[in-house]
């Protein structure tokens, strides 16, 4: 039985006191992997059809297709024993090497790191971050070749054939929470506990994505829609699945040289962050912070820092346009090609076309336009004292260059412009 802390109580650097106490749950046990080599199979093979085929069986005249053949690429929630975690760690070369150096530059280019690292960023960005914050042992508690294993099978659970949700976009996010966990007033209070927490919340928060929303799920009478009570679906799925992975095998036990009082810190601020990644909370989310900070300018007094994690996490989610103009044109496109395809997958099965799905009437310029304005320039203005001025600065400096390019984009669209794709920002 997989233990998830091993370390005794008698810590000179104790966990601050919570209101909040994290009760454990069971974890299903499985057979092991007997391979000696680690191997995630062919797409097809990730996910078992059994937890869908009697009831794709019974709709089969209904409905085009099962839902489960759609998505059947998805790691199953009730079986990680094809993860066998002995894959070695990518090789970190030069080349790498030079571009981690810039690790704390908003302008990192993560595109660049995975296509050198042979699309294994997840893991090179993770380990980086737990060795700059001094988080492995012998500076801290965390077993070196634990966590490598950890990160390596959390990397091989995203979907590599998801155009936006993978683990490019899931080393993208950690990457960007760093920064701006460490930007503002408040960088200094946070603990290495709640460092560790927020970069596993990071690189798990969207664990295993199937490329669907969560209403996608929902309206199809999906498996995880069915065990999660068509609530924040694939959120919980996520963190989900990544406790499942630790609790699959020791190897992959990152939290083993925790207490059993930080494990339950741990365990709670990571699950708390990853579900706050939900857009339906995410206006509960705002107000939170909101009142929390009316009460208390000071971050760096706050003893409670759960909401602002969770923040911090769901700002570094949204803020890809904030990027380099090359590199949030870039994620609109991987976005609206995910969500296109969501659109087909509606109409195949005549259902409702979601509106920022579908193919015959999105540009994605005015997707992109729309979000920015209704949802990401908010998020900002509330994080401005978690962001700190000078990051800020230069947020909103790439936000700006972006916002003209998609404009100039859904000028040329609306003007009937036949050179311009709507689909895609080049002409």
């Not at 080349?95 to 660049?112: C, P, S, T």
């Not at 690292?117 to 960005?125: D, F």
């Not at 005015?366 to 700190?388: A, S, W």
């Amino acid at each position: 039985m997989v233990r998830f802390w091993g370390r005794g109580p008698n810590r000179n650097s104790a966990p601050r006191k919570r209101s909040l106490v994290c009760s454990f749950w069971p974890f299903d046990r499985h057979k092991k992997s007997s391979s000696d080599t680690y191997r995630v199979s062919d797409p097809s093979e990730t996910h078992s059809k059994r937890s869908l085929r009697s009831s794709s069986k019974s709709h089969s005249k209904k409905r085009q297709g099962s839902v489960s053949d759609l998505i059947d690429t998805v790691v199953n929630t009730r079986d990680l024993s094809h993860l066998s975690f002995s894959r070695p760690p990518p090789r970190v070369t030069s080349a790498v090497r030079e571009q981690l150096a810039k690790i704390d530059d908003w302008d990192f280019d993560i595109f660049d790191l995975s296509i050198k690292t042979a699309g294994r960023p997840l893991y090179t960005v993770c380990m980086a971050m737990m060795e700059k914050e001094g988080l492995l042992e012998p500076s801290w508690v965390i077993n070196r070749q634990k966590a490598e294993r950890f990160f390596v099978a959390v990397e091989a659970t995203y979907k590599g054939t998801n155009h936006y949700h993978n683990s490019t976009h899931a080393a993208d996010v950690a990457q960007a929470a760093m920064i701006i966990l460490k930007a503002g007033p408040n960088s200094l209070n946070f603990t290495k506990l709640e460092v560790f927490s927020l970069i596993c919340a990071a690189a798990v928060h969207d664990l295993g994505h199937p490329g669907f929303t969560n209403d996608f799920l929902i309206n199809t009478q999906h498996a995880n829609a069915i065990t999660y009570n068509d609530r924040s679906v694939n959120e919980n799925f996520h963190v989900s699945c990544a406790f499942r992975i630790v609790s699959q095998s020791e190897e992959t036990n990152i939290f083993s040289g925790l207490t059993r009082a930080e494990y339950v810190v741990a365990r709670r601020l990571i699950v708390n962050a990853v579900l706050a990644t939900d857009m339906t909370q995410h206006m509960r989310l705002l107000d939170a912070f909101s009142q929390g900070y009316a009460q208390q300018p000071d971050l760096a007094s706050w003893r409670d820092t759960d909401v602002l994690l969770q923040l911090v996490l769901h700002t570094a989610d949204l803020c890809n346009p904030c990027r380099q103009i090359e590199f949030s044109i870039k994620w609109g496109e991987l976005i609206c090609k995910e969500f296109l395809e969501q659109g087909d997958a509606e109409a195949q099965r005549q259902l409702p076309v979601t509106p920022m799905c579908d193919r015959e009437s999105v540009i994605v310029s005015t997707n992109q336009l729309r979000f920015i304005q209704y949802l990401l320039k908010p998020t900002l203005e509330v994080c401005r004292p978690i962001l700190g001025t000078a990051l800020l600065n230069v947020i909103l400096g790439h936000l700006q260059e972006t916002e003209a390019r998609w404009s100039e984009h859904e000028r040329r669209v609306r003007s009937g412009d036949s050179r311009v794709d709507p689909h895609l920002y080049m002409w």
